[in-house]
Every structure is written in C-alpha cells, then in structure tokens.
C-alpha cells in the first residue's frame, strides 16, 4: 500500500453524506483530530445528534469509505463525539472563543490586502462565485465601509436588504451568493464620514445581526491595509484563514508581507498569496506575456514566507468590464482560462480550509503581539 496522506483520508471522507443536512461530513466540519502515521488512521467523527439515524452507521460508513480508498490494510480509529458544532442549523463558528460573536458559517475566509487598487474586491468576488459553482453555501461581506464596491460588482446598487421577523438582516442574493455591504445603506453619491469606533459597531453589526443561516463560507471582503478595522474583524470571529491579494511591483510585495504578518500575529493561517495584473497577453499576440509590473514577485514572497501561491491573474480588460457591468467575470466568462485560475484557486482554498478543520487546532487564539 502506497503511503496514505490526510488528503486522501479527506477525499475518501467526502463520500460519506449526512442524509438530513444532504452534505459530507468534511462539508459539515464534522472530522475533527486527524492523524495518518504510516497506514494508522485516527479521528475524531462529531455528530450533532448522537442519538439519530446517521450516528448509528456513520462510524461504519466512515470506516469502508477510507479502506475502499486506501487500501484494507488500513488501521482505522475513530473516536465518536457529539460536540455542538452547529451542523446545518449553524448558529455558531465552530471553535469560537470566548466573547466573539456567533455567526451563521461553518467556515469565514478573509481577502486582504496591505494597500488598495491591487484588485482586492475583484479577487473576493470571483473566489466567492467560484465557491459557489462548486456547490457550496456562500456568503460575501462587504467590510470596505468607506468604499464599498460589492453592490457595483453585482450589479445591485440602489436594492435594499429587508429585515426577517428576528430583526435580522436578509442578505441579497445574486449568482449563488448571499450578499451585504454598507452599499446597501447609503446612497452611492454620499460618502460615509465616520470615526474608527463607527465603523467597528457597523461591521459587528453586519455580522452579529444578519441572517447569514447555514453557510459554508462566508467571504469578507477587508478594507486594505492593517489597521483598527482589521482588527475587529479578526478579534470579532474566528477566521478560518486569509487569502492575501498582491500585485508584482515591490511596493504592492512590501505592504503584502505586512497583511502577512498580521494575520500571524492574531494566529489566522494564511491560505496563500495571489498575484493579480502579474502579466498582460495583447489579443493579437496570445502567445506573448509581457510584465508590465515585474515578474514572479508573489510567487518569491509566498516562498520567502512559506506560504502557498493560490494564483497568478493576468491583466484582463474583460475582467475589469465584467466588473463594471454588474456580472461577476467567473459567471460572464466560466470557461475563459482566468475563470479556470479562479476556480482552481476555489478549490485549493477550500481543500486547505478542510486540512485546518480536520487538524488539532483551527485558528489559534487571539494573542496581539506588538513589535
């Protein structure tokens, strides 16, 4: 038998399904404590309701779907637990930490960057798109009080999020994703003239006080750089992990490696790097590349602080007039070669996401070093 990797055991793992919820149990968070050590198997299976139908073969589905994937010679442990983790009623972030607020995600990725005009929101909006095609229940967070560019992205400025008989806030939906931004809220020729301490009360709000019921992921699309808002966000929730948006040129790489380093100092892993504008392709030489702002920039950061690079976006004016036009590009063009970039950077994130989960800590605690 060929050496065993926790990758593996995930894939296999995703083939056993929750009837009542309809999604897998690496979907669900369910897999908890992973360890492969040669072809011994161990984990920890936890079940929202013990007592039910699924618990009581759940081990035994769990067990055959591994060893079919592996190999029978597999040694196979798993240890039955029925901590709340909020599986389809999902009221809370699993793993939350004292005085955080309760959201309606399984799992929260952050897309930062240390400066704007990298194409932060661009990124956000086409992973969140990306995640969503793949099947999954996606939620996107506008959190760029100041500037908020999702409701153009979408194309639904002027619509206004009812409030639901809980008092919550119903997200507008658009392309298979549940959408909110300050957008929404004030009208597009105003601009929002607020203090820090505001705009951290308008972003707690956004997430303790919308129906975000029963997602996978939800995006938040950060304001740039690493200042109070930033840090709200990530002491407000626990963030699964951040995706960090760069551009080649030396300053855009020097303020990346500082949204690096934020993200660590409050324990968020970093699921990667991506580059965007790193070339451009003229419509009339499609074989040549020229870099306009430097070549292979994120690529070396993202080895410099071993960290993965999800994806190098070339300069592509239909993304940007996708963007314009109100229709995400990943919808306008699924089957161009940027989309296939973005989906694959999907996938990755959402593989990394389910290694996190299935590991022995999710997100750390939420210790501030200053240096």
């Given amino acids: 038998m060929s050496s065993i990797t926790p990758e593996a055991v995930l894939d296999a793992l995703r083939t056993v399904i929750d009837p009542a919820e309809g999604k897998d149990v690496v979907r669900l968070g369910c897999v908890r404590d992973l360890s492969v050590a040669g072809n011994a198997i161990s984990f920890r299976l936890v079940l929202e309701d013990p007592g039910g139908a699924f618990a009581q073969i759940a081990e035994r589905m769990c067990k055959q779907a591994v060893r079919n994937a592996v190999g029978p010679e597999a040694g196979i442990r798993i240890e039955m637990d029925n901590e709340m983790i909020g599986l389809g009623d999902v ?104 203090r820090g301490p505001m705009v951290s009360s308008a972003i707690k709000q956004f997430l303790g006080d919308t129906d975000w019921h029963g997602l996978d992921y939800l995006v938040i699309d950060f304001p740039p750089g690493t200042g109070d808002i930033q840090l709200t966000l990530v002491q407000s929730i626990p963030i699964t992990g951040a995706v960090v948006v760069s551009t080649p040129q030396k300053v855009a790489l020097a303020d990346a490696r500082k949204a690096v380093a934020m993200f660590e100092q409050v324990n968020v892993p970093v699921l990667g790097i991506v580059e965007n504008m790193a070339w451009f392709t003229p419509d009339e030489l499609p074989d040549k590349r020229y870099y306009l702002f430097g070549k292979g920039g994120a690529s070396a950061l993202a080895t410099e602080l071993d960290v993965p690079l999800l994806a190098e976006l070339p300069i592509e004016p239909k993304l940007m007039e996708a963007s314009d036009s109100g229709s ?15 989906s694959v950077a999907a996938r990755q994130v959402a593989r990394k996401i389910d290694l996190i989960n299935a590991g022995s800590s999710a997100s750390g605690g939420l210790e501030i070093v200053y240096q």
């Fill in 328 to 342: 995400p590009y990943v919808s306008e063009l699924p089957d161009s070669e940027t989309s296939k970039i973005f």
């Fill in 91 to 194: 009221d809370v972030v699993k793993d939350q930490r004292a005085g955080m607020q309760p959201i309606g995600a399984t799992n929260v990725i952050g897309v930062a960057s240390g400066k704007g005009g990298v194409g932060k929101s661009t990124v956000a909006v086409n992973l969140a798109v990306s995640l969503a095609a793949a099947g999954y229940d996606v939620g996107l967070l506008d959190a760029d009080i100041y500037g908020p560019s999702i409701p153009t992205m979408f194309g639904v400025e002027g619509e206004r999020p009812r409030v639901n008989d809980n008092r919550k806030l119903v997200p507008i939906e658009r392309h298979g994703v549940k959408l909110v931004s300050m957008g929404f809220l004030v009208e597009p020729e105003k601009a929002v003239v607020w």
